[in-house]
């Protein structure tokens, strides 16, 4: 599967944006789906992942109520939208395709993921 992650750009404080990633080659429904981002000089983090179904999500602390993420098995895209913008939000963020059980938990982790789009770079100004 191809992923393509996009809608990233410039942001306010207290702004939202949404990310789209759209997949080709198989359907998304497969797949555990997450969002990590990488700040200027920092690891990869996790920030969310949804379920092969849709029907269950998990956050990234800093978060949760304030980013949500979606998908559409119909368009094969996973979204993100994010609400309440902070500039330590700052990041490349990128999409990632996993083939491992939800319930292991492991979509925390990087190597939980099979497949990885380009990234898309929010920033946020205070």
């Known amino acids: 599967v191809q992923l393509q992650a996009f809608g990233g750009g410039l942001a306010q404080a207290g702004g939202s944006l949404r990310l789209s990633c759209s997949a080709s080659?198989?359907?998304?429904?497969?797949?555990?789906m997450g969002w990590f981002r990488q700040a200027p000089g920092k690891e990869r983090e996790f920030v969310a992942a949804i379920r092969r179904s849709g029907g269950s999500t998990d956050y990234l602390d800093s978060a949760k109520g304030r980013f949500t993420i979606s998908k559409d098995n119909a368009k094969n895209t996973v979204y993100l939208q994010m609400n309440s913008l902070r500039p330590e939000d700052t990041a490349v963020y990128y999409c990632?395709?996993?083939?491992?059980?939800?319930?292991?938990?492991?979509?925390?982790?990087?190597?939980?993921?099979?497949?990885w789009g380009q990234g898309t770079l929010v920033t946020v100004s205070s």
């Open positions: 990632a395709a996993g083939n491992g059980a939800w319930n292991s938990r492991g979509y925390y982790t990087e190597n939980f993921y099979n497949y």
């Open positions: 080659g198989r359907s998304l429904s497969v797949y555990v």
